[in-house]
């Protein structure tokens, strides 16, 4: 299972950005996406979450300024991400949980990460 992540950029702060994250490989369905992200000098943060039922859930941080929607035809998870902010600024990565065959076993994969920088 590869996790690719694009649309990471340079904007000016109060810009926008559409992040997304494409899941491809062998498996069955993906139960659980996500965006987190890590700045320069912080450990890796949750910035949001998506179930395969469409329930979200959002870091306080970003809440009203991100949304996070998902594909399920396309296995893709998408992050739009308005009114940017320089704390903003980190390196983007997705997440999915997966289940790749008939048993109850669930995995964890990452992708590669897409940065973003927010320009004050």
């Known amino acids: 299972v590869q996790l690719q992540a694009s649309g990471g950029g340079l904007v000016q702060a109060g810009g926008s950005l559409r992040l997304s994250c494409a899941g491809s490989?062998?498996?069955?369905?993906?139960?659980?996406m996500g965006w987190y992200r890590q700045g320069p000098l912080n450990e890796r943060e949750l910035v949001a979450t998506?179930?395969?039922?469409?329930?979200?859930n959002y870091a306080n941080s970003v809440k009203g300024r991100f949304t996070i929607s998902r594909d399920n035809a396309r296995n893709t998870v998408y992050l739009q991400m308005n009114s940017l902010k320089p704390e903003d600024t980190a390196v983007y990565y997705c997440?999915?949980?997966?289940?790749?065959?008939?048993?109850?076993?669930?995995?964890?994969?990452w992708g590669q990460g897409t940065e973003v920088t927010v320009s004050s």
């Open positions: 490989g062998r498996f069955l369905s993906i139960n659980h």
């Open positions: 998506i179930e395969a039922s469409g329930a979200t």
């Open positions: 997440k999915a949980i997966v289940r790749r065959d008939a048993s109850a076993a669930l995995y964890q994969y």
